[in-house]
């Protein structure tokens, strides 16, 4: 189902908040468009930006939102008891895919092609035969030295590919899914000729002066659009679901709630998918700075405020495994995730998801007070699994956190899929955690 077919029938309020996430997927085509994404819709509803290195003056009730380094956004609602803890739901603006090296033009037998380096963990061999284009942040000159401009860029257009090679080169080993290899065998084709310089492309698009042009942070994203398919209509497709279906569940959830006595945040962050250690990353000290400053801001001493970092909760949201039916070996033989059938807590004996017998209560009960299905995920015993924001931001500020996540098939394919009537329940379970005293 097309999104222009959703945009010309009356819709209900479910059906908006789907047009609402497809158009949302479409539009964060890198990281810093994700961050963008969610920036117009909280200004939309009210939220006023803050900057980080600067003094606040905040007001209960009042709605805030920052931007660190064009790719990590922070948004909340001040609470009506400046003492009360903190509800937050975490997710993060990055995905997998590929980013675009310095002096990235190659010439070879007449093609021209970029080189690039993988980001994060992509299944390599879905990025074939697709039709690409590049986004990202560009700095150009700027007053000064140390304050060069920023502009977000992205060549709308259907750009480049990366051909496959044909069956009838390929060995034995590469028909058996041998992983390609990304320096080889994973740079796309842009055109034809002799040479090719990027920052013409920037300049074309961004109508800058070439000298002015200083350095810039880009990726590959595929042009295909999200859709709703399915016999009933039941699932939705797109690149980026992971993690971008939690972003905009939080966001979504976040401009819902009520207020309450407690300040309800909304935090994505950047850079999850390579290990969080950037400034704008989960395991970086900026969170627990921002939490501090708005507790300070509200006229509390430092007491005040560990004994609100202690009396806080956190989702730490990110997508889970589906049970996928052509595989059925590779699921856990008693906690089998099925898509549209809600909302999944993932557990780990070795930590890697930060959930525990607390949080999982806590978060069973608001469930049942919103007639909410929760589902459970674990690795297989023997398969190690992969790893969140939540037990990095329970180790560095204390708070604690549980880790969950809507069922999908797909995970870090350039093609996800997910199910339509999860992401709703998701949007009301975070709801009722924001709005739970």
């Not at 209960?60 to 003492?83: M, Q, R």
């Not at 935090?267 to 990353?281: A, C």
């Not at 919103?370 to 180790?395: K, P, V, W």
Request: charged residues 25%; hydrophobic residues 35%.
């Amino acid at each position: 189902m097309e999104k222009e077919y959703l945009e010309e029938i009356e819709l209900s309020e479910e059906d908006e908040i789907i047009l609402d996430l497809l158009d949302y997927l479409d539009d964060s085509v890198s990281m810093y468009h994700s961050t963008l994404a969610t920036k117009e819709r909280l200004e939309e509803n009210g939220f006023k930006e803050l900057k980080l290195e600067e003094n606040w003056e905040l007001k209960s009730g009042d709605k805030y939102y920052l931007i660190v380094n064009n790719s990590t956004v922070i948004a909340f609602v001040v609470g009506k008891d400046k003492k009360s803890g903190f509800r937050i739901v975490g997710a993060h603006t990055d995905s997998p895919t590929f980013k675009i090296k310095e002096n990235p033009t190659i010439k070879k037998e007449g093609y021209l092609q970029l080189n690039t380096e993988v980001y994060g963990g992509p299944l390599l061999n879905t990025w074939y035969d697709r039709p690409l284009s590049i986004a990202g942040r560009v700095f150009i000159k700027g007053e000064s030295a140390h304050k060069p401009r920023v502009e977000l860029f992205n060549v709308d257009e259907d750009l480049l590919t990366i051909p496959s090679l044909a069956i009838h080169m390929q060995s034995m080993e590469e028909r058996k899914g041998q992983a390609p290899n990304p320096q080889n065998h994973l740079l796309p084709i842009l055109g034809l000729g002799d040479d090719f310089d990027i920052n013409d492309l920037i300049t074309e698009y961004l109508d800058v002066n070439k000298e002015d042009i200083l350095c810039h942070d880009l990726f590959l994203y595929n042009r295909e659009p999200a859709n709703i398919f399915g016999n009933n209509a039941e699932f939705f497709q797109s690149g980026k679901i992971d993690n971008l279906g939690m972003m905009h569940a939080g966001l979504t959830a976040l401009l819902q709630a009520e207020e309450s006595d407690n300040t309800q945040i909304f935090v994505g962050f950047d850079n999850e998918e390579i290990g969080s250690s950037t400034l704008q990353g989960a395991a970086s000290a900026m969170f627990r700075d921002v939490l501090k400053k708005i507790s300070l801001s509200l006229g509390n001493e430092e007491v005040d405020f560990i004994n609100q970092i202690y009396e806080s909760y956190m989702i730490s949201a990110d997508q889970a495994h589906a049970i996928h039916p052509n595989y059925l070996e590779k699921s856990d033989p008693t906690n089998k995730p099925k898509l549209n059938q809600g909302p999944v807590i993932k557990d780990s004996a070795r930590k890697s998801y930060a959930t525990d017998g607390f949080g999982r209560a806590v978060l069973e009960g608001i469930a049942k007070e919103n007639d909410i299905s929760l589902q459970y995920f674990h690795n297989r015993s023997d398969m190690r699994g992969g790893s969140t924001i939540g037990a990095i931001i329970e180790t560095n500020t204390g708070i604690r956190n549980i880790d969950i996540g809507n069922p999908m098939l797909a995970m870090h394919s350039a093609r996800e899929m997910a199910g339509i009537q999860d992401q709703i329940d998701m949007i009301k379970l975070m709801k009722g955690f924001f709005e739970a005293e």
